[in-house]
Protein backbone atom coordinates (compact mmCIF):
# COMPACT_ATOMS: atom_id res chain seq x y z
CA UNK A 1 0.00 0.00 0.00
CA UNK A 2 0.71 3.65 0.13
CA UNK A 3 3.67 4.30 2.42
CA UNK A 4 5.38 8.19 3.50
CA UNK A 5 8.98 7.66 4.95
CA UNK A 6 10.40 10.63 7.02
CA UNK A 7 13.82 11.20 7.98
CA UNK A 8 15.41 11.83 10.48
CA UNK A 9 12.89 11.48 13.49
CA UNK A 10 14.76 14.06 15.58
CA UNK A 11 16.64 16.85 14.85
CA UNK A 12 18.33 19.32 16.77
CA UNK A 13 19.71 23.06 15.63
CA UNK A 14 20.92 26.10 17.06
CA UNK A 15 19.00 29.27 16.79
CA UNK A 16 19.57 30.67 12.78
CA UNK A 17 20.86 27.94 11.50
CA UNK A 18 18.86 25.76 8.51
CA UNK A 19 16.79 22.78 9.09
CA UNK A 20 15.85 20.04 6.63
CA UNK A 21 13.59 17.56 6.47
CA UNK A 22 13.30 14.47 3.60
CA UNK A 23 10.10 12.72 2.79
CA UNK A 24 9.76 10.09 0.01
CA UNK A 25 6.58 8.11 -1.29
CA UNK A 26 5.86 4.90 -2.79
CA UNK A 27 2.68 5.97 -4.57
CA UNK A 28 3.74 7.29 -8.04
CA UNK A 29 0.40 8.70 -8.35
CA UNK A 30 0.92 10.88 -5.69
CA UNK A 31 0.34 14.18 -7.15
CA UNK A 32 -0.24 16.48 -3.91
CA UNK A 33 2.39 16.66 -0.96
CA UNK A 34 1.52 19.27 2.10
CA UNK A 35 3.37 19.65 5.46
CA UNK A 36 2.07 19.96 9.37
CA UNK A 37 3.55 21.55 11.96
CA UNK A 38 1.61 20.03 15.20
CA UNK A 39 1.98 20.86 18.89
CA UNK A 40 1.41 18.68 21.40
CA UNK A 41 -2.50 18.18 21.25
CA UNK A 42 -3.26 19.85 18.62
CA UNK A 43 -4.57 19.63 14.84
CA UNK A 44 -1.72 19.53 12.51
CA UNK A 45 -1.22 22.92 10.72
CA UNK A 46 -0.60 23.10 7.28
CA UNK A 47 2.72 25.46 6.67
CA UNK A 48 3.36 24.86 2.97
CA UNK A 49 2.52 22.44 -0.51
CA UNK A 50 3.53 21.55 -3.55
CA UNK A 51 1.66 19.79 -6.46
CA UNK A 52 3.37 17.56 -8.39
CA UNK A 53 3.23 20.31 -11.40
CA UNK A 54 6.14 22.27 -9.62
CA UNK A 55 9.70 21.39 -8.29
CA UNK A 56 9.77 23.93 -5.58
CA UNK A 57 7.74 26.30 -3.80
CA UNK A 58 8.94 28.94 -1.25
CA UNK A 59 7.14 31.08 1.39
CA UNK A 60 9.32 33.47 3.41
CA UNK A 61 11.85 30.86 5.25
CA UNK A 62 10.17 27.89 4.29
CA UNK A 63 10.61 26.18 1.02
CA UNK A 64 9.85 22.85 0.17
CA UNK A 65 11.09 20.90 -3.23
CA UNK A 66 9.93 18.07 -4.90
CA UNK A 67 11.97 15.36 -7.13
CA UNK A 68 9.15 12.88 -9.07
CA UNK A 69 11.17 10.72 -10.34
CA UNK A 70 12.87 9.98 -7.45
CA UNK A 71 9.58 10.34 -5.53
CA UNK A 72 11.00 12.29 -3.16
CA UNK A 73 10.25 15.65 -1.22
CA UNK A 74 12.25 18.05 1.16
CA UNK A 75 11.22 20.87 3.88
CA UNK A 76 13.84 23.42 4.31
CA UNK A 77 13.69 25.56 7.05
CA UNK A 78 16.10 28.88 6.97
CA UNK A 79 16.87 31.50 10.20
CA UNK A 80 15.70 28.67 12.55
CA UNK A 81 14.04 30.63 15.43
CA UNK A 82 13.02 28.95 18.86
CA UNK A 83 9.29 29.01 17.77
CA UNK A 84 9.58 26.80 15.01
CA UNK A 85 10.70 23.99 17.20
CA UNK A 86 7.55 21.85 17.20
CA UNK A 87 6.58 18.22 15.22
CA UNK A 88 6.27 18.21 11.39
CA UNK A 89 4.83 15.82 9.49
CA UNK A 90 5.10 15.19 5.77
CA UNK A 91 2.65 13.86 3.37
CA UNK A 92 1.58 12.39 0.37
CA UNK A 93 -1.89 12.13 -1.36
CA UNK A 94 -3.07 10.80 -4.59
CA UNK A 95 -5.99 12.73 -4.43
CA UNK A 96 -7.74 10.43 -1.87
CA UNK A 97 -6.57 9.48 1.04
CA UNK A 98 -3.56 11.69 3.04
CA UNK A 99 -0.47 9.63 3.94
CA UNK A 100 1.49 10.87 6.83
CA UNK A 101 5.22 10.54 7.73
CA UNK A 102 6.36 9.51 10.77
CA UNK A 103 7.46 12.69 12.22
CA UNK A 104 10.19 14.49 12.79
CA UNK A 105 10.36 16.61 16.15
CA UNK A 106 13.05 19.40 15.55
CA UNK A 107 14.21 21.39 18.24
CA UNK A 108 15.57 25.13 18.07
CA UNK A 109 18.32 26.32 21.11
CA UNK A 110 18.66 29.85 21.51
CA UNK B 1 -11.67 29.72 5.26
CA UNK B 2 -12.64 25.99 5.46
CA UNK B 3 -13.92 25.05 9.44
CA UNK B 4 -14.25 21.73 10.81
CA UNK B 5 -15.46 21.82 14.24
CA UNK B 6 -14.94 18.13 16.20
CA UNK B 7 -16.46 17.28 19.21
CA UNK B 8 -15.94 16.56 22.38
CA UNK B 9 -12.42 17.97 22.54
CA UNK B 10 -11.78 15.66 25.20
CA UNK B 11 -13.54 12.64 26.98
CA UNK B 12 -12.78 9.75 29.70
CA UNK B 13 -14.93 6.77 29.33
CA UNK B 14 -15.31 3.69 31.72
CA UNK B 15 -13.84 0.47 29.99
CA UNK B 16 -16.84 -1.55 27.82
CA UNK B 17 -18.73 2.01 27.26
CA UNK B 18 -19.05 3.50 23.88
CA UNK B 19 -18.16 7.01 22.81
CA UNK B 20 -19.01 9.39 20.11
CA UNK B 21 -17.29 11.73 18.27
CA UNK B 22 -18.26 14.27 15.82
CA UNK B 23 -17.00 16.31 12.99
CA UNK B 24 -19.19 18.93 11.68
CA UNK B 25 -17.97 21.05 8.54
CA UNK B 26 -19.22 24.16 8.84
CA UNK B 27 -18.82 26.36 5.86
CA UNK B 28 -18.38 23.32 2.97
CA UNK B 29 -19.81 19.99 1.79
CA UNK B 30 -17.87 17.27 2.95
CA UNK B 31 -17.97 15.13 0.53
CA UNK B 32 -15.63 13.10 1.96
CA UNK B 33 -13.91 12.50 5.35
CA UNK B 34 -10.89 10.65 7.10
CA UNK B 35 -10.41 9.30 10.23
CA UNK B 36 -7.10 9.11 12.21
CA UNK B 37 -5.58 8.17 15.21
CA UNK B 38 -2.41 9.14 16.85
CA UNK B 39 -0.66 7.31 19.75
CA UNK B 40 1.77 9.47 21.74
CA UNK B 41 4.75 10.82 20.19
CA UNK B 42 3.66 8.95 16.86
CA UNK B 43 2.34 9.66 13.46
CA UNK B 44 -1.41 10.28 12.40
CA UNK B 45 -2.61 6.67 11.27
CA UNK B 46 -5.35 6.37 8.72
CA UNK B 47 -8.22 4.46 10.08
CA UNK B 48 -10.86 5.00 7.48
CA UNK B 49 -12.10 6.86 4.83
CA UNK B 50 -15.86 7.84 4.14
CA UNK B 51 -17.92 9.37 1.76
CA UNK B 52 -21.29 11.09 2.41
CA UNK B 53 -23.85 8.61 1.83
CA UNK B 54 -21.45 4.83 1.38
CA UNK B 55 -20.11 2.85 3.51
CA UNK B 56 -16.78 3.48 4.89
CA UNK B 57 -13.31 2.04 3.73
CA UNK B 58 -11.29 0.95 6.83
CA UNK B 59 -7.54 0.79 6.60
CA UNK B 60 -6.01 -2.69 7.16
CA UNK B 61 -6.11 -3.74 10.26
CA UNK B 62 -8.98 -1.31 11.71
CA UNK B 63 -11.70 -3.39 13.39
CA UNK B 64 -14.68 -1.99 11.17
CA UNK B 65 -17.48 -3.56 13.89
CA UNK B 66 -15.33 -1.71 16.98
CA UNK B 67 -14.85 1.91 15.19
CA UNK B 68 -18.25 2.52 13.44
CA UNK B 69 -18.35 5.19 11.18
CA UNK B 70 -21.53 7.18 9.80
CA UNK B 71 -21.46 9.84 6.86
CA UNK B 72 -25.19 10.42 6.59
CA UNK B 73 -24.83 14.04 5.42
CA UNK B 74 -22.81 15.87 3.89
CA UNK B 75 -21.70 18.62 6.85
CA UNK B 76 -21.82 15.64 9.26
CA UNK B 77 -19.49 12.69 9.92
CA UNK B 78 -19.38 10.42 13.07
CA UNK B 79 -16.86 8.14 14.84
CA UNK B 80 -18.33 5.54 17.54
CA UNK B 81 -15.58 3.68 19.46
CA UNK B 82 -17.90 0.40 20.51
CA UNK B 83 -16.53 -1.37 23.51
CA UNK B 84 -13.80 0.95 24.58
CA UNK B 85 -11.01 -0.79 26.34
CA UNK B 86 -7.27 1.43 27.63
CA UNK B 87 -5.57 0.30 24.99
CA UNK B 88 -7.95 2.14 22.73
CA UNK B 89 -7.44 5.43 24.43
CA UNK B 90 -5.70 7.87 21.68
CA UNK B 91 -6.06 11.30 20.15
CA UNK B 92 -8.45 10.58 17.19
CA UNK B 93 -9.01 13.26 14.17
CA UNK B 94 -11.11 14.08 11.80
CA UNK B 95 -10.07 15.54 8.27
CA UNK B 96 -12.53 16.79 5.52
CA UNK B 97 -12.38 17.07 1.87
CA UNK B 98 -15.04 18.88 -0.41
CA UNK B 99 -15.59 18.50 -4.20
CA UNK B 100 -14.42 21.99 -4.51
CA UNK B 101 -11.99 22.36 -1.77
CA UNK B 102 -8.02 22.85 -2.02
CA UNK B 103 -6.67 20.48 0.56
CA UNK B 104 -7.71 18.84 3.42
CA UNK B 105 -9.39 20.50 6.73
CA UNK B 106 -8.49 19.09 9.95
CA UNK B 107 -10.67 18.97 13.49
CA UNK B 108 -9.29 19.80 16.58
CA UNK B 109 -8.95 16.42 17.85
CA UNK B 110 -10.29 14.38 20.57
CA UNK B 111 -8.52 13.00 23.27
CA UNK B 112 -9.88 9.60 24.59
CA UNK B 113 -8.94 8.57 27.79
CA UNK B 114 -10.54 4.39 28.39
CA UNK B 115 -10.68 3.82 32.20
Known amino acids: GENVEQHPSTLSVQEGDSAVIKCTYS??????FPWYKQELGKRPQLIID?????GEKKDQRIAVTLNKTAKHFSLHITETQPEDSAVYFC?????????FGQGTELSVKP | GAVVSQHPSRVICKSGTSVKIECRSL??????MFWYRQFPKQSLMLMAT?????????EQGVEKDKFLINHASLTLSTLTVTSAHPEDSSFYIC???????????FGSGTRLTVV
Open chain 1, 27 to 32: DSASNY
Open chain 2, 27 to 32: DFQATT
Open chain 1, 91 to 99: AASNGGKLI
Open chain 2, 50 to 58: SNEGSKATY
Open chain 1, 50 to 54: IRSNV
Open chain 2, 95 to 105: SARGDYLYGYT
